[in-house]
């Protein structure tokens, strides 16, 4: 049973009202860094991981990837979460990404993003095509899950222009080689 707060933010997100959404984004975020926040939010939450607005969706993202990372046990959307790595937003992308991989930390993953992570290994932003390795890493790592296809794309990342993204692919190579041992 979520606390009286935690009932109030739910609320407030399934409003769909953007000042409302925001604030209880907000205050589920301070809840999450305290560590507080329980899956009652999970379901309110889903629904404004298809919002139109970029911020919502931004701040939504993150807030899965938190109560994933916060090892809070629940029904996670994780075809929401698959489809939302290909958002038109970077920030979108890259906390898709992330919750992924942070659901995978909680035993919680599908294969079918996997092949949605290898594309994101070519975005335009460092950031994303760093958090998809990651993401990959942890799948691999966590869930056993890893394919071949995503091999090549590493192996091109460890010469990437970004340090972040050429040691997250060395990483991630690292783990899905420890797979086919």
Known sequence: MPSE???AINEDL???ERGRTLQALESLNEMLRE?????????P?????????????RATTWSMGKLAQNKV???YPLDELIALLSDGDDEVRENAA???GELAGIGEGKE??????????????AQ???????????MAERLRLAHRSSVPRLEALLKDKSLYVSKGAAWTLERIRALER
């Open 98 to 100: 992330w919750a992924l």
């Open 73 to 75: 046990a629940g029904s």
């Open 128 to 138: 994303v095509r760093g958090m998809a390795v990651w993401a990959l890493g942890r």
């Open 14 to 16: 399934r409003s769909g």
């Open 45 to 57: 939450l889903t629904l404004r991981l298809r919002d139109e607005d970029v911020d919502i969706r």
């Open 5 to 7: 707060e935690q009932a």
């Open 112 to 125: 079918e993003a996997i092949e949605r992570l290898n594309v994101l290994m070519d975005d335009g932003s």
């Open 35 to 43: 560590r507080v926040a329980d899956a009652s939010s999970i379901p």
